[in-house]
């Protein structure tokens, strides 16, 4: 399973990291991927970590945007923020695609979700 | 980058009714990189299908799903009250970035 860090509320300008823990597989052995959904709204993936290396690949909607990173030695990957905006309130997905070494799959493990809420 | 349309955006049926969603890409998808998920109200979503007709572990067998190229479909045989969610459709053969359809929000009549 994968479990997250709790719901978040913040300032415009603050900075933030948001925390995506695995167990019961191989942390190391698949890619995380997250997914942001903004309030009443789809489903847009963010990009993809592979915690064995640490190897990031960001959608090009969200590169510069935010950091992604893993400490694989307890399993945990992480979405971090620098400065936020209004417009990064939403909710916040970690996904495992199914398949060892790809993120050419379906997301078959999904955390609970982070709410970032950012306001003044 | 691949965009994904589905329709309708609204699907009104009652249960017992059969429900057909539809997802069209604007290039070709492989079928093998191909997914469909549901989403209830609070809740992270769950991988259906994958592979464009495999069904993921524990669902169902009344959901299937079918297509290839740009147009793919989801299909509910006889709808239960559990089945009234929204449903996304997902590729992964052009990426990054993966991409998602808007959903397609199955209500009750």
């Known amino acids: 399973q994968l479990v997250q860090s709790g719901a978040e509320m913040k300032k415009p300008g603050e900075s933030l990291k948001i925390s995506c823990k695995g167990s019961?597989?191989?942390?190391?052995?698949?890619?995380i991927a997250w997914v942001r959904q903004m309030p009443g709204k789809g489903l847009e993936c963010m990009g993809f970590i592979y915690p064995s290396d640490s190897y990031t690949t960001y959608s090009p909607s969200f590169k510069g945007q935010v950091t992604f990173s893993a400490d694989k030695s307890i399993s945990s990957a992480y979405l971090q923020w620098n400065s936020l905006k209004a417009s990064d309130t939403a909710m916040y997905y970690c996904?495992?695609?199914?398949?060892?070494?790809?993120?050419?799959?379906?997301?078959?493990?999904w955390g609970q979700g982070t709410m970032v809420t950012v306001s003044s | 980058e691949i965009v994904l349309t589905q329709s309708p955006g609204t699907l009104s049926l009652s249960p017992g009714e059969r429900a057909t969603l539809s997802c069209r890409a604007s290039?070709?998808?492989?079928?093998?990189?191909f997914a469909w998920y549901q989403q209830k109200p609070g809740q992270a979503p769950r991988l259906l299908i994958y592979?464009?007709?495999s069904r993921a572990t524990g669902i169902p067998d009344r959901f299937s799903g079918s297509g290839s190229g740009t147009d793919f479909t989801l299909t509910i045989s006889r709808l239960e009250p559990e089945d009234f969610a929204v449903y996304y459709c997902?590729?992964?053969?052009?990426?990054?970035?993966?991409?998602f359809g808007q959903g397609t929000r199955l209500e009750i009549k």
């Open positions: 290039q070709s998808v492989s079928s093998r990189y």
């Open positions: 997902q590729q992964y053969d052009n990426s990054p970035p993966v991409t």
């Open positions: 996904a495992r695609p199914s398949g060892a070494g790809t993120y050419h799959e379906g997301f078959d493990i």
């Open positions: 019961g597989f191989s942390f190391t052995s698949y890619y």
């Open positions: 592979g464009a007709s």
